[in-house]
Every structure is written in C-alpha cells, then in structure tokens.
C-alpha cells in the first residue's frame, strides 16, 4: 500500500477538518474554509465536498489546499501531526534510494494524478447533477397538477420519475466508495453530460 493510501485509510477528512479546528456540526457540516461561508455548506465524512464552491477531495486534499502544501508535504504533516508513525524515509532524502525505490514513488505520483483527473470529471457530474436535482424539485413544486386537469405537465412527470435515483445517484458521486464512484461515471458519464447540455438552457 502507497503511503498515500495508508495516511487515507488511517486519517479522514473528518479527522483533519476538526483537528485542524474547524467546527462540524451533529449533521456533519461545516463552514467552508475556502469561500466565504456564513452557513455551513460543506459536508464532511470520509470525504469532503462543499455544496458552495464544490472544493472536494481526502484528508490529503484538505491539508494540502488548507496550508498550501503540496500533497506529499500534506502526507507528511498529517503523519506527524496524527503521530501515525509511517515511515516516509522514502521522501526524507537523507536515505540514499534504490531504483525500486524511486520506480515506487513515481507510481504513486502518476497514480495520484490519474486521480485528481478523475476527481475533476466527477466534481462536474457532481455540479451538474446538483443543479437539475434543484431543477426537479422546482418543478415539482411548480408544475404540480390542479384538481380537474386532464394531463400532468412533462416537467411534473420527470420530476416524479427522477429525482429519487439522481438524489440517490449524488449520494453515491460524494460519498461513495472509489470503485461505486468508477462505476458510476462509466455507466452515466455520457448522460450526465447530455443531461448538463440540456439544463444549460433552464435557470
Ligand atoms: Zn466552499
């Protein structure tokens, strides 16, 4: 295991967001540290995601955006500051590293980028998902049927057919594990992205 996976598994963003003293609530929300949030928009659980600014990422992600560090400086602050005691000899440069050493270490960067790409694509799913999720309930509320008509209006009937799955698809984009979170930008990737084609055009 990476020694980024390793600081993950042991340190969530819940642990580094209140250790590094933010306030979360009993619904585990809080004020963004990085827009300026009065009420509190970002949602914290294994993960991070804000609802304001749509910051998201781990542990790792916060420390680093939260301190401006670069994500291995962050690894490394939370093994200290959590005394998780993994050894990042690796990293120190007072180790002299072997081939098989450095061949790791570059794995890993490679690995986080592929990540962090990934994450980029998942935060607009998540953006676009949020805003016709809005959208739904909107309609909801102003399309509803009176007593007396014979056809309930499109947007109406959309609304019923989809908002439970897209909620339940938004649940599973924030705080689901990596592989559901694959899962789902394989099977829907291309259907959000028609789907945020299509809002563009409502406000
Ligand atoms: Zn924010």
Redesign the pocket.
């Known amino acids: 295991m990476g020694i980024f996976d390793e600081v993950k598994k042991r340190v969530t963003a819940y642990d580094a967001v209140s250790h590094y003293g933010i306030k979360i609530n009993n619904k585990g929300m809080c004020c963004?540290p990085?827009?300026d949030?009065k009420n509190p928009?970002?949602k914290v659980d294994s993960r991070y995601h804000?609802f304001?600014?749509g910051?998201d990422g781990d542990a790792i992600d916060f420390v680093s955006n939260y301190f401006g560090l670069p994500v291995i400086k962050a690894a490394k602050k939370i093994n200290e500051d959590f005394n998780l005691g993994i050894a990042f000899k690796n990293f120190s440069g007072n180790d002299i590293k072997s081939e098989e050493q450095l061949r790791l270490e570059r794995e890993q960067c490679i690995s986080r980028e592929v990540e962090r790409a990934f994450d980029i694509m998942r935060r607009d799913a998540i953006n676009i998902l949020s805003k016709y999720h809005s959208l739904l309930w909107y309609w909801r509320k102003e399309y509803g049927p009176s007593e007396g008509d014979a056809d309930w209006h499109p947007f109406f009937v959309e609304s019923l057919e989809k908002l439970e799955f897209i909620n339940e698809l938004l649940d599973d984009l924030i705080f689901g594990d990596r592989e559901k979170q694959l899962e789902i930008m394989e099977i829907y990737g291309e259907e959000i992205k028609a789907i945020g084609e299509r809002i563009k055009n409502f406000n």
Do not use: K, P, V
């Open positions: 963004c990085f827009h949030d928009s970002m804000c304001g600014c910051a």
